[in-house]
Protein backbone atom coordinates (compact mmCIF):
# COMPACT_ATOMS: atom_id res chain seq x y z
CA UNK A 1 0.00 0.00 0.00
CA UNK A 2 3.02 2.40 0.73
CA UNK A 3 4.23 2.28 -2.78
CA UNK A 4 0.87 2.32 -3.94
CA UNK A 5 0.31 5.30 -2.67
CA UNK A 6 3.95 6.81 -3.47
CA UNK A 7 3.26 5.88 -7.35
CA UNK A 8 -0.28 7.97 -7.07
CA UNK A 9 1.75 10.74 -5.16
CA UNK A 10 3.64 10.76 -7.96
CA UNK A 11 1.63 10.94 -11.11
CA UNK A 12 -0.06 13.04 -8.83
CA UNK A 13 2.41 15.72 -8.92
CA UNK A 14 4.05 15.77 -12.47
CA UNK A 15 2.91 18.88 -13.83
CA UNK A 16 1.12 19.57 -16.71
CA UNK A 17 4.15 21.10 -18.51
CA UNK A 18 5.50 17.87 -19.05
CA UNK A 19 2.25 16.82 -20.90
CA UNK A 20 3.84 17.71 -24.65
CA UNK A 21 7.26 15.88 -23.66
CA UNK A 22 6.92 13.22 -26.25
CA UNK A 23 7.07 16.09 -28.65
CA UNK A 24 10.68 16.53 -28.40
CA UNK A 25 11.67 12.62 -27.53
CA UNK A 26 11.56 10.03 -30.25
CA UNK A 27 9.71 7.62 -27.16
CA UNK A 28 8.09 8.02 -24.24
CA UNK A 29 8.56 5.51 -21.40
CA UNK A 30 8.84 5.32 -17.79
CA UNK A 31 10.60 3.68 -14.90
CA UNK A 32 10.49 3.74 -11.33
CA UNK A 33 13.45 2.54 -9.14
CA UNK A 34 12.84 1.53 -5.64
CA UNK A 35 15.38 -0.36 -3.11
CA UNK A 36 14.51 -3.64 -1.64
CA UNK A 37 16.67 -5.92 0.32
CA UNK A 38 18.19 -7.46 -2.81
CA UNK A 39 21.90 -5.54 -4.45
CA UNK A 40 21.19 -2.65 -6.54
CA UNK A 41 19.39 -3.22 -10.07
CA UNK A 42 21.94 -3.79 -12.52
CA UNK A 43 21.08 -0.82 -14.48
CA UNK A 44 23.19 0.86 -11.61
CA UNK A 45 27.18 0.96 -11.20
CA UNK A 46 28.86 2.46 -7.97
CA UNK A 47 32.32 4.20 -8.43
CA UNK A 48 34.86 2.58 -7.27
CA UNK A 49 38.49 4.74 -7.49
CA UNK A 50 41.27 6.07 -5.12
CA UNK A 51 38.50 8.96 -3.50
CA UNK A 52 35.06 7.14 -4.05
CA UNK A 53 34.80 3.20 -1.56
CA UNK A 54 32.12 0.82 -3.11
CA UNK A 55 31.72 -0.13 -0.06
CA UNK A 56 30.17 3.24 1.28
CA UNK A 57 26.70 2.27 -1.19
CA UNK A 58 24.46 0.33 0.31
CA UNK A 59 20.74 -0.72 0.15
CA UNK A 60 18.89 -1.26 3.41
CA UNK A 61 15.88 -1.62 4.29
CA UNK A 62 14.23 -0.59 1.03
CA UNK A 63 16.33 2.82 0.59
CA UNK A 64 19.75 3.22 -0.64
CA UNK A 65 21.86 4.92 0.91
CA UNK A 66 25.31 6.52 -0.26
CA UNK A 67 28.03 7.90 2.49
CA UNK A 68 30.80 9.24 3.09
CA UNK A 69 33.89 8.69 5.42
CA UNK A 70 36.43 10.41 6.83
CA UNK A 71 38.31 11.91 3.56
CA UNK A 72 36.74 9.21 1.48
CA UNK A 73 33.23 9.68 -0.88
CA UNK A 74 31.56 7.79 -2.59
CA UNK A 75 28.46 7.46 -5.82
CA UNK A 76 27.06 5.46 -8.21
CA UNK A 77 25.51 6.11 -12.20
CA UNK A 78 22.20 5.02 -13.23
CA UNK A 79 24.73 4.49 -16.73
CA UNK A 80 24.27 0.74 -17.54
CA UNK A 81 21.64 -0.67 -20.13
CA UNK A 82 19.53 0.11 -22.66
CA UNK A 83 17.54 2.46 -20.39
CA UNK A 84 19.59 3.79 -18.06
CA UNK A 85 21.08 6.63 -20.03
CA UNK A 86 18.53 9.09 -22.13
CA UNK A 87 19.33 11.09 -25.04
CA UNK A 88 17.43 14.30 -24.75
CA UNK A 89 14.63 15.24 -23.61
CA UNK A 90 13.57 13.26 -20.36
CA UNK A 91 12.39 13.98 -16.70
CA UNK A 92 14.06 12.74 -13.45
CA UNK A 93 12.47 12.12 -9.68
CA UNK A 94 14.67 11.59 -6.88
CA UNK A 95 12.98 11.08 -3.17
CA UNK A 96 15.58 12.34 -1.10
CA UNK A 97 17.29 13.23 2.26
CA UNK A 98 20.23 14.61 3.55
CA UNK A 99 22.34 14.33 7.03
CA UNK A 100 24.37 17.20 8.26
CA UNK A 101 27.70 17.40 7.90
CA UNK A 102 29.71 21.20 7.56
CA UNK A 103 32.37 19.02 5.56
CA UNK A 104 31.02 16.46 3.67
CA UNK A 105 28.53 17.13 0.42
CA UNK A 106 25.81 15.60 -1.67
CA UNK A 107 25.48 15.93 -5.40
CA UNK A 108 22.48 14.96 -7.61
CA UNK A 109 22.95 15.55 -11.29
CA UNK A 110 22.35 14.43 -14.41
CA UNK A 111 26.33 13.34 -16.38
CA UNK A 112 26.98 13.45 -20.21
CA UNK A 113 27.36 10.26 -21.39
CA UNK A 114 30.51 11.78 -23.70
CA UNK A 115 32.45 12.45 -20.08
CA UNK A 116 32.95 15.69 -21.72
CA UNK A 117 32.43 18.22 -18.99
CA UNK A 118 31.59 21.24 -19.09
CA UNK A 119 31.21 21.51 -22.71
CA UNK A 120 28.75 18.98 -22.82
CA UNK A 121 27.21 20.39 -19.66
CA UNK A 122 25.48 19.08 -16.48
CA UNK A 123 22.40 19.78 -14.70
CA UNK A 124 22.38 19.55 -10.88
CA UNK A 125 19.19 18.38 -9.84
CA UNK A 126 20.07 19.22 -5.71
CA UNK A 127 23.14 19.89 -3.89
CA UNK A 128 23.59 21.04 -0.67
CA UNK A 129 25.82 23.64 0.35
CA UNK A 130 26.61 24.49 3.84
CA UNK A 131 26.26 22.64 7.59
CA UNK A 132 22.51 22.54 8.06
CA UNK A 133 21.25 21.38 4.95
CA UNK A 134 18.75 24.84 4.72
CA UNK A 135 19.83 25.53 1.04
CA UNK A 136 19.12 23.71 -1.96
CA UNK A 137 21.47 24.75 -4.82
CA UNK A 138 20.19 23.73 -8.31
CA UNK A 139 22.46 24.47 -11.48
CA UNK A 140 23.34 24.23 -14.95
CA UNK A 141 27.02 23.93 -16.17
CA UNK A 142 27.55 24.61 -20.01
CA UNK A 143 30.76 26.03 -22.11
CA UNK A 144 34.34 24.49 -22.28
CA UNK A 145 34.42 27.70 -19.77
CA UNK A 146 32.32 26.89 -17.29
CA UNK A 147 29.80 29.09 -17.60
CA UNK A 148 26.68 28.30 -14.82
CA UNK A 149 23.02 29.20 -14.10
CA UNK A 150 22.31 28.64 -10.47
CA UNK A 151 19.35 29.19 -7.91
CA UNK A 152 18.95 28.78 -3.84
CA UNK A 153 15.83 27.12 -2.35
CA UNK A 154 15.44 27.60 1.11
CA UNK A 155 14.24 24.34 3.12
CA UNK A 156 15.00 21.79 5.66
CA UNK A 157 16.68 19.35 3.17
CA UNK A 158 17.35 16.54 6.46
CA UNK A 159 13.54 15.98 5.55
CA UNK A 160 12.71 14.13 3.01
CA UNK A 161 11.61 16.16 -0.77
CA UNK A 162 11.59 15.29 -4.38
CA UNK A 163 13.71 16.85 -6.41
CA UNK A 164 13.20 16.66 -10.22
CA UNK A 165 14.23 18.04 -13.50
CA UNK A 166 12.13 18.39 -17.17
CA UNK A 167 14.67 18.43 -19.76
CA UNK A 168 12.98 19.77 -23.31
CA UNK A 169 14.38 20.71 -26.39
CA UNK A 170 14.46 24.57 -25.52
CA UNK A 171 14.13 24.36 -21.27
CA UNK A 172 15.38 22.91 -18.05
CA UNK A 173 12.68 23.43 -15.28
CA UNK A 174 13.58 22.25 -12.05
CA UNK A 175 11.32 21.40 -9.37
CA UNK A 176 11.02 20.81 -5.37
CA UNK A 177 8.18 18.83 -4.64
CA UNK A 178 6.44 19.71 -7.69
CA UNK A 179 7.09 23.46 -7.49
CA UNK A 180 8.95 25.18 -10.10
CA UNK A 181 12.23 26.65 -8.18
CA UNK A 182 14.15 27.65 -11.46
CA UNK A 183 13.66 27.61 -15.28
CA UNK A 184 16.54 27.73 -17.88
CA UNK A 185 15.52 29.08 -21.41
CA UNK A 186 19.08 29.88 -22.38
CA UNK A 187 19.85 28.30 -25.32
CA UNK A 188 23.36 27.77 -24.91
CA UNK A 189 22.48 25.90 -21.26
CA UNK A 190 20.47 23.16 -22.29
CA UNK A 191 22.67 20.10 -23.47
CA UNK A 192 21.67 18.44 -26.72
CA UNK A 193 23.95 15.21 -25.77
CA UNK A 194 22.77 11.78 -23.61
CA UNK A 195 22.54 12.54 -19.99
CA UNK A 196 22.88 9.79 -17.23
CA UNK A 197 21.53 10.22 -13.29
CA UNK A 198 24.60 10.13 -10.99
CA UNK A 199 24.49 10.29 -7.18
CA UNK A 200 27.44 11.72 -5.29
CA UNK A 201 29.03 12.15 -2.02
CA UNK A 202 32.59 13.63 -1.10
CA UNK A 203 34.01 15.26 1.78
CA UNK A 204 35.68 19.02 1.22
CA UNK A 205 39.19 17.61 0.38
CA UNK A 206 41.23 20.62 1.90
CA UNK A 207 39.28 19.85 5.54
CA UNK A 208 37.88 16.75 5.93
CA UNK A 209 36.23 15.75 9.12
CA UNK A 210 36.73 12.06 10.56
CA UNK A 211 32.64 11.86 10.50
CA UNK A 212 29.79 10.62 8.31
CA UNK A 213 27.85 11.79 6.63
CA UNK A 214 24.78 9.91 4.40
CA UNK A 215 21.94 10.88 1.29
CA UNK A 216 19.26 8.22 1.58
CA UNK A 217 17.33 7.46 -1.00
CA UNK A 218 13.72 6.54 -1.42
CA UNK A 219 13.18 6.04 -5.28
CA UNK A 220 13.91 7.12 -8.54
CA UNK A 221 11.74 7.82 -11.29
CA UNK A 222 13.18 8.28 -15.22
CA UNK A 223 10.31 9.45 -17.80
CA UNK A 224 11.74 9.64 -21.46
Not at 68 to 75: C, D, E, I, K, N
Not at 139 to 166: C, E, L, M, P
Request: hydrophobic share 45%.
Amino acid sequence: MKRLAVLTALALAVPLAIANLAADAATTSSRTYFFGRAPLNHDWAKYANSTRAASLVWVKSGRLHVATAGARGSGLCLCRGPRSTVAPFARWDVRARATRNADHGFAIMLWPDSGSWPSAGEIDLAEFPGTERNLLQTTVHYTASNRQITKFTKGDFTRWHTYSVIWRRASLTYLLDGRTVMRVTRAAAIPTGPMHLAIQAGPDVAHPSATRARLDVDWVHVRH
